[in-house]
């Protein structure tokens, strides 16, 4: 499956944004969605993962609450809604897709991913 993320920007802190990850190639509701992000000289980063059909989602530390995630299987898309935006969410990120049966925080659980999109948040 290829996937394609988009959305990302700059926004203030407090501010809002949903990235969008458009899926092609493969039945898109046989994949876990993931979404992982890289801030500049940081360790890659668990930020969410949403099951096949939306039933359910896990986040990464302190995520919960200001994230939340959910998937279009109609429109093979999948969303990372960020909300009351920190300087510390500043970074890329990436979605991605898992065959693993639950949601998994590890990156090697996922077969595809997107080419990253960049989040700015100004203080």
């Known amino acids: 499956v290829q996937l394609q993320a988009s959305g990302g920007g700059l926004v203030q802190a407090g501010g809002s944004l949903r990235l969008s990850c458009a899926a092609s190639g493969r039945t898109f509701n046989n994949y876990i969605m993931g979404w992982f992000r890289r801030a500049p000289g940081k360790e890659r980063e668990f930020v969410a993962a949403?099951?096949?059909?939306?039933?359910?989602?896990i986040f990464g530390d302190s995520l919960k609450g200001r994230f939340t995630c959910s998937r279009d299987n109609a429109k093979n898309t999948a969303y990372l809604q960020m909300d009351n935006l920190k300087p510390e969410d500043t970074a890329v990120y990436y979605c991605?897709?898992?065959?693993?049966?639950?949601?998994?925080?590890?990156?090697?659980?996922?077969?595809?991913w997107g080419q990253g999109t960049l989040v700015t948040v100004s203080s």
């Open positions: 949403l099951t096949r059909f939306g039933g359910s989602a």
């Open positions: 991605a897709a898992s065959q693993t049966p639950v949601p998994r925080s590890t990156s090697t659980a996922y077969d595809y």
